[in-house]
């Protein structure tokens, strides 16, 4: 139905740079929200950044500065990481809320594979 197509991750030095990318595809009649989510070992999955389709952004108040959620009109999404920590190491996984374009246009909210981000020197 959906599928999140996440890429961009990697291994950089701290104070580096990053640059994830999201792409939704499928029956999609509407997307009301994505976001990045992130999930250090041994913690839980948290909210890093979302973008609703109104252009209201949320971030995480560890991330506020330094990393940078976008979307363009083609159902990706982005975040640009920048100064990044060790702290900042983890699984990030995208999500989205979307409208379907069939099925009665339920409500669906889905989750991509993850990308591994990894901050170390």
């Known amino acids: 139905q959906v599928q999140l197509a996440e890429s961009g991750g990697g291994l950089v030095q701290p104070g580096g740079s990053l640059r994830l990318s999201c792409k939704a595809s499928?029956?999609?009649?509407?997307?009301?929200?994505m976001g990045w989510y992130r999930q250090a070992p041994g913690k839980e999955r948290e909210l890093v950044a979302d973008?609703?389709?109104?252009?209201?952004t949320t971030y995480a108040d560890s991330v506020k500065g330094r990393f940078t959620i976008s979307r363009d009109n083609l159902n990706k999404v982005f975040l640009q990481m920048n100064s990044l920590k060790t702290e900042d190491t983890g699984v990030y996984y995208c999500?989205?809320?979307?409208?379907?374009?069939?099925?009665?246009?339920?409500?669906?909210?889905?989750w991509g594979q993850g990308t591994l981000v990894t901050v170390s020197s």
């Open positions: 973008i609703f389709s109104s252009g209201t």
């Open positions: 499928g029956s999609i009649f509407s997307i009301n929200f």
């Open positions: 999500k989205a809320g979307t409208v379907l374009a069939a099925s009665g246009y339920r409500y669906l909210e889905v």
